[in-house]
């Protein structure tokens, strides 16, 4: 369908906003990638001569640590999260309109809406050296500042957001499933659990897929709470980014790292719905 001149209008001063605030600043992010940085200075010269060090040393066992454990962290805490939040969306979604439904949906807008600082403090307070951590050691006879320990902590707190994001994307799609095709299984001989698996689960395929990248992406670039909760052993890219622009003045090389995480992310989002069209094309 060719748009029409109206549409057209509308699009020209939209894509000039776009180019404005989004694609010329990573354009000129990506120059700045290959400029060589001078210690002593802030940013490099604009004479500086063009290098490919900058992502060449990503290479070091050092970087790609950061990016192992953005990835790593990121992904369990995007399937715990999804793992969580699919049996609330599916009991939201089943509920009748009233206010306990209303209740539900506004208490996960309202965890969308709290303040990031609060919730990772509020992680920090509950499973910190005043709260359960010491019990939870003696549990499972971990040491408090070990790296394990920390990483839960991570994931505690992506939790925090990946719940609400999670139920709030599946509560449609589940919604558009017929029950009654669940509750045919189970009268069929199915147990509860084995129709859901069967029939629920592969009919919400999508919107999982959708909640899965959302979360995943929010995941890979939280900041504050690794900064926070990582309390210096774990850190994300999006901390070393920072690092590198904030502290070091490194522009070059916090350039490099931005243009090389958004590049893997596209990559990773690509791929994952690649893999997810082609199958529910041959099923």
């Known amino acids: 369908m060719k748009p029409s001149r109206g549409a057209l209008y509308l699009l020209v001063p939209a894509l000039l906003i776009f180019g404005l605030l989004l694609a010329l600043p990573l354009v000129n992010v990506a120059q700045e990638s290959f400029r060589l940085f001078v210690p002593g200075r802030v940013g490099s010269a604009v004479d500086a001569p063009l290098t490919t060090h900058n992502y060449r040393e990503l290479f070091t066992p050092a970087y790609l640590a950061y990016f192992l454990d953005t990835f790593r962290i990121g992904l369990v805490a995007t399937l715990v999260g999804l793992a969580i939040g699919f049996p609330i969306a599916h009991h939201v979604a089943r509920m009748r309109s009233g206010p306990r439904r209303t209740a539900w949906i506004g208490f996960l807008v309202a965890m969308m809406f709290l303040s990031a600082l609060a919730r990772v403090y509020s992680v920090s307070l509950a499973f910190g050296p005043v709260g359960f951590l010491p019990f939870f050691a003696r549990l499972t006879g971990l040491n408090p500042n ?3 320990v920390t990483e839960a902590l991570v994931i505690l707190g992506l939790l925090h957001y990946m719940i609400p994001i999670s139920a709030l994307t599946l509560i449609g799609t589940i919604q558009n499933v017929n029950p009654r095709l669940a509750e045919a299984a ?8 084995r129709a859901h698996l069967s029939i629920t689960l592969p009919l919400s395929a999508r919107g999982i897929l959708s909640a899965f990248l959302i979360s995943y992406t929010l995941s890979i670039s939280a900041f504050v709470i690794p900064m926070v909760l990582g309390r210096g052993r774990v850190l994300f ?7 590198r ?6 522009f070059p090389s916090g ?27 041959t099923a």
């Open 146 to 148: 070990s790296g394990q």
């Open 186 to 193: 189970q009268a069929l001989g199915a147990t509860r659990w």
């Open 237 to 243: 890219v999006s901390n070393l980014i920072y690092s």
């Open 245 to 250: 622009f904030s502290e070091v003045a490194n």
């Open 255 to 281: 350039s490099a790292i931005s243009v090389v995480m958004l590049a893997l992310s596209m990559l990773i989002i690509y791929l994952v719905t690649r893999m997810a069209t082609r199958r529910w094309e």
